[in-house]
């Protein structure tokens, strides 16, 4: 069951997609629905495939939703917060034993978050849990001298081994960068720039000042293998930031980009809307059907070996 109206003529852009930024609950913060709900309702109007995103560890889940939920591929990941030990190859190996898709670093507890947004969490977003947040240091995959720490290439080789995704998480555009040169160098060939574009103007304060991380860092991660993920709820709500996201598109090329939403957190927009929504801004700023087709369909099928 669908519980939103998904216009008929919207129906044919949305078959076939792949979301591989969504947030479902069980979860610290608030969401929309439950995986399990939201996995058939994408099912039911024709998506691939999704990725869900948590905090901490959600692929042990993921075998019991399949149980569940037919006919659509399903996935999760760990994310390295300190919930998890941080960049801890123990947790990657286990998560990784759960048949994980992704090896996400840290979002809400790196270093650069809590410098941009002043705390190891979300302030503007209800948690399901009343304990307070702990006074914690941030994570940087940079040791003292700037350079990746041993046990984030401990990480890069579990991931390589798997051949599956590595994501830059909440690191500085500086830090992301590093880590897709070390990355490469220890054999990952599937790595994801996450919501490069959220920058200001949005429904959320900005992770990226202004317009997300700079244009010319993007293509320069890019040019190291990077996908560039370009997301619709931290990235695309203003007019602003979709010429900002079309303007990307344009620079970097389809070929090497993937849209997803960041949906399902809070109140502020289901999932299968914002990617109907985003599909239908990107048209309007004049990215081509086809290259709509590339980053929705092929390359976030792509990355996580269902084409």
């Given at each position: 069951m669908v519980y939103i109206e998904i216009p008929r003529e919207d129906m044919e852009i949305l078959d076939g997609v792949t979301d591989i930024h969504v947030h479902a609950a069980p979860c610290l913060f608030e969401k929309l629905f439950d995986e399990i709900d939201m996995a058939r309702q994408m099912r039911d109007v024709g998506y691939k495939g999704v990725l869900f995103k948590q905090h901490l560890l959600g692929a042990n889940r993921i075998p019991l939703v399949r149980k569940v939920v037919h006919g659509i591929e399903i996935f999760g990941g760990i994310t390295l917060n300190h919930f998890v030990g941080g960049l801890n190859p123990h947790a990657v190996e286990a998560a990784i034993a759960f048949g994980a898709k992704e090896v996400k670093m840290p979002n809400i507890h790196?270093?650069?978050?809590?410098?941009?947004?002043?705390?190891?969490?979300?302030?503007?977003?209800?948690?399901?849990?009343?304990?307070?947040?702990?006074?914690?240091?941030?994570?940087?995959?940079?040791?003292?001298?700037?350079?990746?720490?041993?046990?984030?290439?401990?990480?890069?080789?579990?991931?390589?081994?798997?051949?599956?995704?590595?994501?830059?998480?909440?690191?500085?555009?500086?830090?992301?960068?590093?880590?897709?040169?070390?990355?490469?160098?220890?054999?990952?060939k599937k790595i994801v720039v996450t919501h490069a574009n959220w920058g200001e103007g949005g429904v959320w304060p900005p992770l990226f000042p202004s317009n997300g991380i700079p244009l010319?860092?993007?293509?320069?991660?890019?040019?190291?293998?990077?996908?560039?993920?370009?997301?619709?709820?931290?990235?695309?709500?203003?007019?602003?930031?979709?010429?900002?996201?079309?303007?990307?598109?344009?620079?970097?090329?389809?070929?090497?980009?993937?849209?997803?939403?960041?949906?399902?957190?809070?109140?502020?927009?289901?999932p299968i809307e914002a990617f109907r929504i985003f599909i239908r801004a990107m048209e309007t700023q004049g990215v081509p059907r086809k290259d709509i087709e590339v980053m929705t369909k092929n390359n976030p099928a792509k990355v996580l070996g269902i084409i």
């Open positions: 790196s270093k650069y978050h809590i410098k941009r947004m002043g705390a190891p969490t979300y302030t503007t977003i209800k948690p399901t849990l009343k304990a307070k947040p702990r006074r914690i240091e941030g994570i940087t995959v940079l040791d003292e001298k700037g350079e990746i720490k041993p046990e984030v290439y401990e990480i890069l080789d579990l991931v390589a081994e798997s051949d599956i995704i590595l994501s830059t998480g909440h690191l500085s555009p500086e830090e992301s960068l590093k880590l897709i040169k070390a990355a490469r160098s220890s054999g990952v010319e860092i993007q293509m320069k991660m890019a040019g190291e293998g990077a996908f560039i993920e370009y997301c619709y709820a931290t990235g695309s709500t203003s007019l602003k930031q979709q010429e900002y996201t079309a303007n990307g598109i344009r620079k970097i090329g389809a070929s090497k980009i993937i849209l997803s939403t960041d949906a399902g957190t809070g109140r502020k927009i289901h």
